[in-house]
């Protein structure tokens, strides 16, 4: 914090039903006699699979939860909060509603949706905390609901470069679209690289993006570093990239498959792929994009320093 540095911290919207959570709480779960789910999570078809995602975690039982002031929900947020500076909230659109999928299906789509705890969650979270810390992951099908509950308490959503070129100027991802308080991303740990994305467009998909960057001539080796360069220039408060795209990798260094579950999360940075000159262009493109500027000067409620609560 001396060097003004911050660590932002990821928090899963569910935990696994062979978790010490739901076998010491299982009342605040939806389960059967046997401590079994009755439902499980997953979301409906979107952009990364046709069936959905069936990902079989148990649901909350909110009713349970209420009642306790959300009391579990709370200690969990501060216990990660005692180790990081930010905290992103994973599937944000579960507290407005989440996809309810009968035990036993094999896809995710004979689900339903069902409220979450909506804005009472957060009033109560913001009592108790001081502040809401939070970046709100508003990726996927989201509904006006989500937005407006994003909005209600001015938390900053996503945006990610790689969403952003179908071919219409009004699509939220493009830089031009962007509010302050927003966190822009090249892509997420659920993408590709950069490079492996762009490799594989069509050839009219690429000619949009480069008509989008005035006719810059972006080939395979420097798309990933211009992706890069368009999130930095934006007005978004805080920009992002993974570090195989500083390091202009390929699809084999691609993070995770959503909907997939066998050989995610099994790539490694060496220190040999590390070299001083990719981070001295890093540091010129955050000098050059006046980055810290757009910090100072952002109304963005998630870098103001009053907001992070005491742990």
């Given at each position: 914090?001396?060097?003004?540095?911050k660590?932002?911290?990821?928090?899963?919207?569910?935990?696994?039903?062979?978790?010490?959570?739901?076998w010491?709480?299982?009342?605040?779960?939806?389960?059967?006699?046997?401590?079994?789910?009755?439902?499980?999570?997953?979301v409906?078809?979107?952009?990364?699979s046709?069936?959905g995602?069936?990902?079989?975690?148990?649901?909350?039982?909110w009713?349970?939860l209420?009642?306790s002031g959300?009391?579990?929900?709370?200690?969990?947020?501060?216990?990660?909060l005692?180790h990081?500076?930010?905290?992103?909230?994973?599937?944000?659109?579960?507290?407005a509603?989440?996809?309810?999928?009968?035990?036993?299906?094999?896809?995710?789509q004979?689900?339903?949706?069902?409220p979450?705890?909506?804005?009472?969650?957060f009033?109560?979270?913001?009592?108790?905390?001081?502040?809401?810390?939070?970046i709100?992951?508003?990726?996927?099908?989201?509904?006006?609901?989500?937005?407006?509950?994003?909005?209600?308490?001015?938390?900053?959503?996503?945006?990610?470069?790689?969403?952003?070129?179908?071919?219409?100027?009004?699509?939220p991802?493009?830089?031009?679209?962007?509010?302050?308080?927003?966190?822009?991303?090249t892509?997420?740990?659920?993408?590709?690289?950069?490079?492996g994305?762009f490799?594989?467009?069509t050839?009219?998909?690429?000619?949009?993006?480069?008509?989008?960057?005035?006719?810059?001539g972006v080939?395979?080796?420097?798309?990933?570093?211009?992706l890069?360069?368009?999130a930095?220039?934006?007005?978004?408060?805080?920009?992002?990239?993974?570090?195989?795209?500083l390091?202009?990798?390929?699809?084999?260094?691609?993070?995770?498959?959503?909907?997939?579950?066998?050989?995610?999360?099994?790539?490694?940075?060496?220190?040999?792929?590390?070299?001083?000159r990719?981070?001295?262009?890093l540091?010129?493109?955050?000098?050059?994009?006046?980055r810290?500027?757009?910090?100072?000067?952002?109304?963005?409620k998630?870098f103001?320093?009053?907001?992070?609560?005491?742990?």
């Amino acid at each position: 914090r001396r060097r003004g540095l911050k660590l932002v911290g990821d928090m899963p919207f569910f935990v696994s039903d062979d978790s010490s959570d739901v076998w010491a709480n299982p009342q605040m779960f939806l389960l059967d006699e046997q401590y079994k789910p009755r439902f499980v999570a997953g979301v409906p078809p979107d952009y990364f699979s046709a069936q959905g995602q069936l990902w079989g975690n148990p649901l909350y039982n909110w009713d349970v939860l209420r009642q306790s002031g959300y009391r579990w929900c709370i200690a969990r947020l501060r216990s990660l909060l005692s180790h990081v500076d930010l905290i992103r909230l994973d599937h944000f659109r579960g507290f407005a509603a989440v996809w309810h999928v009968p035990a036993g299906a094999l896809t995710a789509q004979s689900g339903t949706w069902v409220p979450g705890p909506g804005s009472e969650f957060f009033r109560a979270v913001e009592r108790e905390l001081g502040g809401l810390p939070f970046i709100a992951e508003d990726l996927g099908m989201v509904t006006p609901d989500v937005y407006a509950l994003r909005d209600q308490f001015h938390l900053p959503g996503m945006r990610i470069l790689q969403f952003a070129f179908d071919g219409h100027s009004d699509n939220p991802y493009l830089p031009h679209n962007f509010v302050a308080n927003t966190v822009v991303y090249t892509g997420t740990h659920d993408n590709s690289t950069a490079r492996g994305w762009f490799e594989d467009l069509t050839s009219d998909q690429r000619e949009d993006i480069r008509r989008y960057l005035t006719g810059r001539g972006v080939e395979n080796d420097v798309a990933a570093h211009a992706l890069m360069e368009l999130a930095w220039s934006s007005v978004a408060a805080l920009a992002i990239a993974p570090l195989q795209d500083l390091l202009n990798l390929g699809r084999e260094a691609r993070m995770n498959v959503p909907g997939y579950p066998q050989g995610n999360w099994r790539w490694r940075c060496t220190e040999e792929m590390l070299s001083d000159r990719a981070f001295q262009w890093l540091r010129d493109l955050t000098k050059s994009g006046k980055r810290s500027r757009k910090l100072k000067a952002s109304d963005a409620k998630v870098f103001e320093a009053a907001s992070l609560p005491e742990i």
